[in-house]
Nanobody, 123 residues
Framework: VQLQAYGGGLVQAGGFLRLSCAAS????????VGWFRQAPGKGREFVAS????????DYPDSVKGRFTISRDNAKNTVYLQMNSLKPEDTAVYYC?????????????????WGHGTQVTVSS
């Protein structure tokens, strides 16, 4: 499973970005996909996850109501719509995947990782 995250950039506080995670695998529909982020000097933080059918999503309180994860299995792609961005959202964002139907907000539970994409929110 190869994952490629893209769509990061520089945005002002209050702005929005949409990240994409494209997977090169035939079994994309069997994957639970998550987004994590890592700010300088900090650990990797869970941001969102979406399960196989796309109906079940999970978010931490820090992004709930501002971020939305979705998927298009026909395009082997998961999206992270980020609205009302704050400077504290600045980080490298990673997408990750696992062959499991269950929810997980722990990075070590994910087996496949893409390279990150930088998101910078200016105040």
């Amino acid at each position: 499973v190869q994952l490629q995250a893209y769509g990061g950039g520089l945005v002002q506080a209050g702005g929005f970005l949409r990240l994409s995670c494209a997977a090169s695998v035939r079994t994309f529909g069997s994957l639970t996909v998550g987004w994590f982020r890592q700010a300088p000097g900090k650990g990797r933080e869970f941001v969102a996850s979406i399960r196989r059918n796309g109906d079940n999503t999970d978010y931490p309180d820090s992004v709930k109501g501002r971020f939305t994860i979705s998927r298009d299995n026909a395009k082997n792609t998961v999206y992270l719509q980020m609205n009302s961005l704050k400077p504290e959202d600045t980080a490298v964002y990673y997408c990750a995947a696992r062959y499991s139907v269950s929810y997980s907000d722990t990075s070590r539970s994910y087996d496949y990782w893409g390279h990150g994409t930088q998101v910078t929110v200016s105040s």
